[in-house]
């Protein structure tokens, strides 16, 4: 209960070992037509869930321009850059020829992954470009607070690339206001950047769709299919509500691989940062093949419920505390918060790890350390919590800084 990564379906290291004895990589056709032609169908499955597939069933691969489109990559940090840089060429379509203007900025949360402000500093717009907005207590995007940085940013001579958004916060798992967010991004005309690389999955689900609400408004989402849907990683999606959005992603020719217009199959190569990329949608289709979709909304419903189960079996406990009720399968906590301070809560996580009973991570929410879950795992239960619990306790009074 650490880390976002998917325990995977027991049979889903078979396309790894297939990929590996076989070595067909997937973004030319011609080199691997099963990678490429399942990234394209899984892609397609993908876009529907957005309502962006206007396609006649999934296996019409035709770029459409009415269509939204998209390419699997090595996941979500680099499917982050390759989101934004497809953002900067809607502002700036000669930024790739003559580099960045000075003018851009990006918005979003400050808990945005690291990724996005690595992303600007590799694309050379540097970290400064990333403008924060005002977040709650939980550090959840304030919508209302989007206009007045916007008119700041304005008065200050800049133009907006993206605004991001968080679908969820990879430290507290709670999700932005997308429906607010994307009305701001129409308002103005800009480009609403979704990173739902844990949470998009959210759309799969009756009971948590509404949590994402809105992310059918965005001009591109990213979705980790190695976090939430049990593919063994790496495996992303970066997609797009407009086709000709990814097509201006990278201005470049190659003579060896990119054919325009004569392109055969579903060459993703022009579209994504790997010029080789292993068979991504052979490992995203077997997942499904091997358990259905069904089995795998199960899996996330499962998981989200897990988090609720903790935070209430948590809340039920005098020496915890639970800042806010989970939204995902992400739960943050402090043991005995007047007690035990920042460092040593800290020092709790890694007296767990230490000690082999627990591997639970932690993040800062508002300046103040917790400790943090992340339930991937489908058979973690009750007894599991109840026995998180009382090892906290035990290494907490076992040395007495910790206040017992
Ligand atoms: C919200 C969010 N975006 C992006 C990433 C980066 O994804 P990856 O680890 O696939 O590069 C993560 C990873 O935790 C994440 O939580």
């Not at 003018?103 to 979003?108: E, I, N």
Request: proline share 4%; with cysteine; charged share 20%.
């Amino acid at each position: 209960m650490g880390h976002q990564v998917a325990v995977p379906h027991d049979l889903s290291g078979i396309p790894d070992w297939i990929n590996g004895t076989i070595n067909n990589p997937s973004s030319l056709y011609e080199m691997g037509p099963a990678g490429a032609t399942l990234e394209s169908f899984m892609i397609n499955w993908m876009l529907n869930k957005l309502g962006w597939f206007k396609g006649k069933d999934l296996s019409d691969f035709k770029r459409l321009n009415k269509n939204g489109s998209g390419i699997l990559t090595h996941g979500g940090s680099i499917a982050n850059m390759t989101a934004l840089s497809s953002a900067r060429a809607a502002i700036s379509p000669k930024a790739w020829e003559e580099g960045n203007p000075e003018d851009l900025v990006v918005m979003g949360p400050s808990t945005a992954h690291y990724s996005i402000l690595r992303a600007l500093s590799i694309m050379g717009m540097g970290k400064k470009a990333f403008i924060p907005i005002p977040v709650d207590e939980n550090e959840v995007i304030i919508s209302s607070a989007l206009e007045e940085v916007y008119v700041q940013i304005k008065k200050e001579g800049k133009r907006v690339m993206a605004l991001v958004a968080n679908a969820c916060a990879t430290s507290t798992g709670l999700f932005d206001p997308l429906e607010e967010m994307a009305a701001f991004c129409k308002k103005h005309r800009l480009w609403f950047h979704v990173d739902g690389a844990h949470g998009a999955v959210a759309l799969l689900s009756n009971e948590h769709r509404q949590k994402v609400k809105g992310i059918e408004e965005a001009d591109s989402v990213i979705w980790d299919a190695h976090k939430m849907l049990r593919v063994p990683a790496l495996c992303t999606a970066v997609l797009y509500k407009k086709q000709e959005q990814m097509w201006d992603s990278f201005h470049q020719k190659g003579s060896y691989v990119f054919h325009e217009n004569e392109v055969i199959g579903m060459d993703s190569m022009p579209f994504t940062i790997e010029c080789t990329k292993s068979a991504l949608g052979t490992k995203l289709f077997w997942s499904f093949a091997m358990e259905g979709q069904q089995a795998i909304v199960r899996f996330i419903e499962n998981s989200f419920q897990q988090a609720k189960d903790l935070y209430n079996y948590l809340n039920s406990l005098e020496d915890f505390y639970c800042p806010y009720p989970p939204e995902s399968n992400i739960l943050c906590f402090q043991y005995k918060p007047n007690i035990i301070d920042d460092q040593h809560q800290l020092a709790l996580r890694y007296e767990l790890i230490n000690s082999g009973e627990f591997y639970i991570t932690s993040c800062i929410i508002q300046g103040k350390r917790y400790l943090r879950t992340v339930m991937m795992n489908p058979f973690t239960d009750i007894k599991d919590y109840e026995a998180l619990s009382i090892a906290i306790a035990k290494y907490a009074s076992a040395n007495k800084i910790y206040g017992n």
